[in-house]
């Protein structure tokens, strides 16, 4: 069993990748599919695997899951993952531009 995981900041960073996903209201698959191709091969422990399959199903707050981002290299790529996720399901829903365009502020 994995116990040690990744940092604080990067699992707050994939949480906040995952909050925007539900930003349209749900995580359709090829946006499902985009969070896995990245996330499947990083260190999580078994419990920060839990709390991001229930992300996975249930929507959080993006601002609050970034504000515990605190790693420079963390909020960089949050915000290069989370353009990319949101333009790959092929339709950037207004949602999803307005939480963007807060979090940019």
């Not at 925007?20 to 191709?37: C, M, N, P, T, Y």
């Not at 695997?49 to 290299?73: C, F, I, Q, S, Y």
Request: glycine fraction near 4%.
């Amino acid at each position: 069993m994995s116990q040690s995981g990744v940092s604080s900041s990067r699992f707050y960073m994939w949480r906040a990748i995952l909050a925007v996903a539900h930003a349209d209201g749900r995580i359709d698959k090829s946006e499902r599919d985009f969070i896995e191709s990245y996330m499947e091969n990083l260190p999580f422990s078994d419990a920060q695997k839990a709390v991001l399959a229930d992300d996975v199903l249930h929507a959080r707050n993006a601002g609050e899951m970034l504000a515990r981002v605190t790693e420079p290299e963390d909020q960089g790529q949050f915000f290069q993952f989370a353009r990319m996720m949101v333009w790959c399901d092929g339709n950037y829903e207004q949602q999803e531009k307005e939480i963007m365009e807060r979090l940019l502020c």
